[in-house]
């Protein structure tokens, strides 16, 4: 349980939280970022986190990794304050015609459900980004249903379109950019998960929660869904 503070190459720190459950993980996880950002230093570049750890890019030529690695200390084994949480909700339209998800009907069939059975339990659920990967804006989203828990597919695509829904694993999430994937389509979402002109670039963080509405085809098509 005692998390691992290491460095990774000369001019960031990771600190990693083992053999912890996936949700206490997030906490952790979420409740030193919050004290970072809280008593942020001038020497501090970025935060970057992920499932069960978090790293801390940082200028080496202010910033020694001796001064890094206490810091980090006294913070973990501080009482935690009470942080304000700078995550978001965010309502994501997805339309789920067949145009959009390829894999809808395969996937409900795997589980002994209709499509629309799928469609509601995907929609109903609540769901918080546990980190950014893969592509740039690509959320790796917690929550999903069991009902819905699908392995990877045998053959992943050479091409999956921006904007994708998917399910991977116990996971759902949404395709930034076009690029290979091994995840099953359910719909699409006409919002742009990752903008390179916007500051910050990337529509959602860790931390956020995510709400999918089903929008109809009409919708994603004149633009009125965003």
Sequence with gaps: MTPLIHPLGDSAATVTWPIVSDTEAAERVERLCGS??????????SLVPAFASLTIHY???????????????????????NVPRTSKRVEIPVCYADEFAPDLAELAAGHGLTPEDVIRIHSAA??????????????????????????RRSRPRLKVPAGSVAIGGCQTGIYSLETPGGWHIIGRTP??????????????SAGDEVKFVRVPREQFYDGSAV
């Design 126 to 151: 609540n769901y918080r980004v546990r980190m950014i990967g893969f592509s740039p804006g690509f959320p790796y989203l917690a929550g999903l249903s069991e009902l819905l828990v699908t392995s």
């Design 59 to 81: 200028s080496p030529l202010v910033l020694s990794w001796e001064q890094i690695s206490m810091h980090l200390e006294e913070l973990l084994h501080a009482d935690s304050p």
């Design 191 to 204: 919002l742009a998960m990752f903008r390179p002109d916007l500051d910050p670039p990337c529509l959602l």
């Design 36 to 45: 970072l950002r809280a008593q942020w230093h001038r020497g501090y570049e």
